[in-house]
């Protein structure tokens, strides 16, 4: 069974503070996406990284940055969170790129900025 | 206009009845369709892929309306394990055939 494993089920920060979210996956696959989930807006794409020390833009990357330097794990960091940045982060992983391919994912923090 | 639009719901059915779902996109060039399951507090999970053809797989049915551009799910013989939301996903962008949109979901209650 894929395994995909976040840090944290649920962070309560301060505005301004950084926040590090870890994401591990442990099916050697070769893509890994974040999400944020927001009621009423269906899940929205951050980052996603498809090799080691790759990254792209998703929809909604301002206020985020990532880093990628092993297979399996992804990071997701707010430089300096906002309250707007509340939410649920959800981390997904899939074997290759293409659209047609399942995304696994982790369970999910819920992150409050306060 | 949402690239994935669905009904919110909460859609609340009587155990045993017949429910579907639409879903609809606003990209034609899109090709690839799916339906997410997410039970409530939990990551969604694959419930099906959605063919051109359509498709079966036990009491759940997928279909296709290229023309429309729409896509459903059918359940039958509703159980109460079938609550959840279910979330419609399609690859809706000409310019990527990777990065995946979604719906924001409907909410099914199934009820003894």
């Known amino acids: 069974d894929v395994k995909v494993t976040q840090s944290s089920r649920y962070l309560v920060k301060r505005t301004g503070e950084k926040v590090f979210l870890e994401c591990v996956q442990d099916m050697d696959h070769e893509n890994m996406f974040w999400y944020r989930q927001d009621p009423g807006l269906g899940l929205r794409l951050i980052y996603f990284?498809?090799?080691?020390?790759?990254?792209e833009k998703g929809d909604i990357p301002e206020g985020y940055s990532v880093s990628r330097e092993k297979k399996e794990r992804f990071s997701l960091i707010l430089e300096s969170a906002s309250t707007n940045q509340t939410s649920m982060y959800l981390c997904a992983s899939s074997r290759t790129m293409a659209g047609y391919n399942e995304q696994f994912f982790g369970p999910g923090t819920r992150l409050t900025v306060l | 206009r949402k690239e994935v639009e669905q009904d919110p719901g909460p859609f609340n059915v009587p155990e045993g009845a017949t429910v579907a779902f639409n879903c609809t996109y606003s990209n034609s060039a899109s090709q690839s369709f799916f339906w997410y399951r997410q039970d409530c507090r939990k990551e969604p999970k694959l419930l099906m892929s959605?063919?051109?053809?359509?498709n079966e797989d036990g009491r759940f049915t997928a279909q296709l309306n290229r023309a429309s551009q729409y896509i459903s799910l059918l359940i039958r013989d509703s159980k109460l394990s079938d609550s959840a939301t279910y979330l419609c996903?399609?690859?809706?962008?000409?310019?990527?055939?990777?990065?995946?949109?979604w719906g924001a979901g409907t909410k099914l209650i199934i009820k003894p």
């Open positions: 996903v399609v690859n809706a962008r000409a310019d990527s055939n990777y990065q995946l949109i």
């Open positions: 990284s498809y090799d080691v020390k790759m990254k």
């Open positions: 959605v063919y051109s053809s359509g």
